[in-house]
């Protein structure tokens, strides 16, 4: 008996920052193109160092048709990995100076979505970033921003960089404003933060998932918690082991995580700056980190049921896991 095609799960990805996603080569011969030096994307030993690697990808999309590339290519390579549904993390805030505005550049993602998605037969949703770093005012922005695109591709705020001394409770304003609109909240915690920062995130932003999240080992009332309201944890193995958030793969607390109840997706975070992609990701749970063939379908089945993708998507995807789940091998 050959192993199910992982490939073949039909699977959302919904912790992906856009900018990561880039091709080495397109950031090669971008950087080429625009005459600056090949911003590094390995080497980094803590969270600070990484941050900046990832300003420098910033550096290389400052012409607006490079965003459109971008987009295209990342959809592109979703599909190959069999993506039915992406959920990019998306910053128009450090893309205005491109393109005249945050709003204007956030338009200008919006477009590059909907026809990178129809070329490539793959639904996307925008995930507006706050930068914890930037403050509670422009969080409130850029929250009324992406509000007044919700249900124009905008489906979720999300909150990320630097947890430690930037707590949610800040951010509470923001959050009810993309609430309110209908999106769902999707902030970063229990990453560089413990459990409480996971706790946190549930009450002053009523999370609806949670990116990361993986730190809720360390609580188990937490883990009933979370299991109960059904929030689902956007785990990244590959980036929790690069930045010391575990120990190593075989480490991972991803298996007591779905013993617990709770709903866990797999994803791949910053592709361009960790390695693996999404599907290298099903891989390592896999083969590294010891999940059953159920448990990866379980896990597909959160990164779809999860989220405000259509209910078309959602159909089809059901239909295409219970499929690869039924058939013994390929
Ligand atoms: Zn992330």
Request: charged share 20%; aromatic share 4%.
């Amino acid at each position: 008996m050959t192993a199910r095609e992982l490939a073949t799960l039909p699977k959302g990805h919904l912790h992906i920052h856009l900018e990561a996603a880039m091709r080495p080569t397109t950031l090669t011969r971008l950087a080429a193109e625009r005459g600056v030096a090949l911003p590094a994307t390995t080497g980094f030993t803590d969270f600070r160092a990484f941050a900046e690697m990832y300003q420098g990808l910033l550096a290389v999309l400052s012409a607006p048709e490079n965003l459109a590339l971008l987009i295209d290519e990342a959809v592109a390579d979703a599909a190959a990995d069999g993506v039915v549904y992406i959920e990019f993390g998306v910053s128009p805030q450090y893309h205005a100076a491109a393109f005249g505005s945050v709003a204007a550049a956030l338009d200008a993602h919006l477009a590059a979505a909907r026809a990178a998605g129809q070329a490539h037969g793959v639904e996307v949703g925008l995930m507006v970033t706050v930068d914890r770093t930037l403050g509670a005012e422009a969080a409130r922005e850029l929250a009324g921003l992406a509000a007044s695109r919700a249900g124009r591709g905008v489906v979720s705020l999300g909150l990320a960089n630097e947890e430690r001394g930037h707590p949610a409770a800040e951010f509470a304003e923001a959050f009810a404003i993309a609430k309110a609109a209908g999106l769902q909240s999707a902030p970063h915690a229990g990453e560089l933060a413990g459990a409480d920062s996971v706790r946190e995130a549930i009450e002053a932003l009523d999370a609806d998932r949670i990116l990361h999240g993986v730190r809720a080992i360390e609580d188990p009332e937490l883990l009933l918690l979370l299991a109960e309201r059904g929030i689902c944890l956007d785990v990244c193995p590959t980036s929790n082991v690069l930045l010391a958030v575990v120990p190593d793969l075989s480490a991972h607390p991803l298996p007591q995580l779905l013993a617990a109840g709770v709903r866990c997706s797999i994803n791949a975070d910053d592709p361009i700056l960790f390695g693996p992609g999404i599907l290298d990701e099903y891989v390592v749970a896999r083969e590294r980190i010891g999940l059953t063939d159920a448990q990866l379908a379980d896990c597909a089945r959160s990164s779809i049921e999860s989220t405000l993708a259509s209910a078309a998507t959602k159909e089809r995807a059901r239909a295409g896991i219970d499929a690869w789940l039924g058939k013994e091998g390929s």
